[in-house]
């Protein structure tokens, strides 16, 4: 498929995020006028492009309907989520505060201002739950096991029915493991920082379970790309919920185990591996089937993974050596 939309007034919630924070890049970089909205809760406002407008509001704040006003944006880029599983599972209440009340928020704005087109940010490592297909492609049956994972899916619904009932044009695109520069070292999602960052210090690593789980690990840079396809591609007819969801992934599962060694071998040291229990829900194996991205937005993943893991070795790297120069008297 060719570009068919051309966006030039840009929201991106959650762009001061460590993802949203790329994306909004892109948008920039493309021409696009930016506007970033994110309530810092998890974004840290330096990461914010300069050249971007920011409003630091929650997604359920009334205030959001004047910015939509304000901004006359022709497309939305949602990024902002509640995105920790461990969260969901004990405040399932707050997760659909954000996840999917603050959803609604935004696309009753988006509707009410005649917002052209949504990129939805779904999850390939939740909305299916254990998957009986590796990879996984996006006809598996959705069958999430998190709160979190049942907001995603909730929220690819809601967007389903705004483009039958009310036309509104969108793209679901589920993430598997993102990981790059920006990434913190720490939270569920953040298992190659957490590891590069506690091995740059010589310090062990906890691994949960036995180390072989798998899971598709992204590079950022991969993804940036695909939020770009997806903002100005032709999309097929809205029939289903699977026709505007597209896996964003590698098709390729790397396990925890082996992750620590290339990431050891990249630090050029052996760090000490301390196992504990898995946690419980846990998946065994989460790897995406890419081939609908490839085939209808034309894209695929172009980072190797070694690669990847050297470049956010080294930004971990010099965040590390530049808080020591910072707390150095």
Known sequence: MSESFCPRRVLVTGGAGFIGSHVA???????????????????KRDRVP??????????????????????GFDLVNHHAAQMDVR????????????NVLGLLNVLECARRHETRRVVYISSGGVVYGEPTVIPTPENHPLRPLSPYGVTKLIGEQYLHYYARVHGMDYAA???SNVYGPRQEPHGEAGVIAIFAARILEGES???FGDGKQERDYVHVADVVEA??????????????IVARAWNIGTGRGTSVGKLADVLMAGAGCEVERVFEAARAGELARSVLDTAKAEQELEWRPAVPLEDGLEQTMRYIERRINSQRAADSP
């Open 173 to 175: 695109l589920r993430y």
């Open 87 to 98: 969260v969901s599972v004990a405040d399932p209440a707050l997760d659909a505060r954000t």
């Open 205 to 207: 690593i906890t691994i």
């Open 50 to 71: 300069e050249a971007a407008e920011f409003v630091q509001l929650e997604l359920n704040s009334h205030e959001v309907d004047s910015v939509f006003e304000r901004g």
């Open 25 to 43: 890049d892109r948008y920039l970089a493309e021409g696009c006028e930016v506007t970033v909205l994110d309530d810092l809760s998890n974004g």
């Open 227 to 240: 939020n770009w396809r997806a903002s100005t591609r032709s999309l097929p007819a809205p029939d289903t």
